[in-house]
């Protein structure tokens, strides 16, 4: 890697200190932008793709050797975007990247035009994310202050207390996002037997798990079964957010188990905490919004162009950035509104 900054070029930039993460912004961005037009059309598959598509191919000239480790599925199932799969500019100078994806978080969300839509990926150095199996994850999120004071094995009621109590609030003032599934039955009854107020979302719940580790969403934490990929995303994010996640994974069917298996995964009780569904050092995490959000705007098209809202963080250094984006591609002489 070259520290050399006088005589940087293209070809020899430093590595993922350098900033690979406006890069990604860009990749969110872009594929943000072409699934939003496809909202509300009913067609999840091809909103699902256009978003594939778009990031595959901005991805492209990232200056980095990337390696897909959470994708779109094995390459037999993926075209693109598959696990296995090398992104980016793949220079000797490049820096190795492992790469997790969820190009459309919410596929349905987006199609239907309902809120939490988002295109996101987190990066980190190699090893730095779990390669977790497509199977599903037992999850608690909460944010910086009930940091530690929950556990996956801990009953609901006592978990919505500590909650409660490190945010110096009452249990009835707490809201949790839950999936709206017929496996959450009981934790929807457990919740609502200990006072606290839900919010029951039908999809996405990667944006539900952000808006939960930031203050001042409404949004007071995630619980249930998600996707298992979704979960090492939202741990990425977890980390540069200060918050606190316990994930759990779970195979529902055979072929789930088997997919544990194969990737080594035999211990089923385990339960990981995000520096361990996302341990790497240097992560970098990019989101932009698909349809409104607790947090991130919809993107938004007027006759002058687009505007994005998105996040950007960067664990390493510690930043946290939301990024409010003008694209003037239609028409580059367009009045700027603030
Ligand atoms: C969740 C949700 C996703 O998958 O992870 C969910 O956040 C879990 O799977 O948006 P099921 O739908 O099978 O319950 C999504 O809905 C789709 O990726
Ligand atoms: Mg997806
Ligand atoms: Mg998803």
Redesign the pocket.
């Given at each position: 890697m070259s520290t050399n900054t006088t005589t940087t070029t293209t070809a020899s930039r430093p590595g993922i200190e350098s900033d690979l993460a406006l890069e990604f912004l860009q990749v969110v961005e872009e594929a943000a932008i072409g699934c939003a037009k496809l909202m509300g059309r009913g067609d999840r598959t091809q909103a699902d793709l256009v978003a594939t598509e778009s990031m595959r191919s901005t991805m492209e000239s990232v200056r980095m050797k990337g390696c897909i480790v959470i994708g779109e599925g094995e390459r037999d199932e993926a075209p693109m975007l598959y696990i296995g799969e090398k992104v980016g500019r793949q220079q000797d100078t490049d820096p190795e990247i492992d790469i997790a994806v969820?190009p459309l978080?919410?596929?349905?969300?987006c199609a239907t035009g309902a809120p939490?839509a988002i295109t996101v990926l987190a990066a980190s150095e190699r090893g730095g994310l779990l390669h977790a199996p497509d199977c599903?994850?037992e999850k608690i999120i909460v944010g910086a202050p009930a940091s530690g004071v929950v556990h996956l094995d801990r009953p609901v009621e006592e978990n919505l207390k500590a909650i409660a109590v490190a945010m110096k609030r009452d249990v009835e003032d707490l809201v949790i996002i839950v999936?709206d599934?017929p496996?959450h039955e009981k934790l929807i009854e457990d919740i609502r037997k200990a006072g606290a107020r839900i919010r029951l979302?039908?999809?996405?719940?990667?944006?539900?798990g952000i808006a939960a580790a930031v203050r001042g969403t409404g949004v007071h934490a995630v619980m249930g079964?998600?996707?298992?990929?979704?979960?090492v995303i939202t741990a990425a994010a977890i980390r540069c957010l200060n918050g606190y996640m316990e994930g759990r994974l779970v195979g529902y069917t055979k072929e789930q188990e088997a997919r544990m298996a194969g990737m080594g995964i035999t211990d089923l009780k385990r339960i990981y905490r995000a520096d361990e569904l996302a341990p790497g050092k240097n992560i970098i995490f990019a989101a932009t919004g698909v349809t409104e959000g607790p947090l991130l705007k919809a993107v938004r098209f007027f006759g002058e162009g687009v505007r994005t809202s998105s996040l950007v963080m960067k664990l390493n250094i510690g930043k946290v950035r939301f990024i409010d984006t003008i694209h003037l591609d239609r028409q580059p002489n367009a009045e700027i509104r603030f």
């Open positions: 969820d978080e919410g596929t349905n969300l939490g599903y994850m999936l599934r496996r979302i039908s999809d996405g719940d990667v944006a539900a079964v998600g996707g298992a990929p979704e979960g």
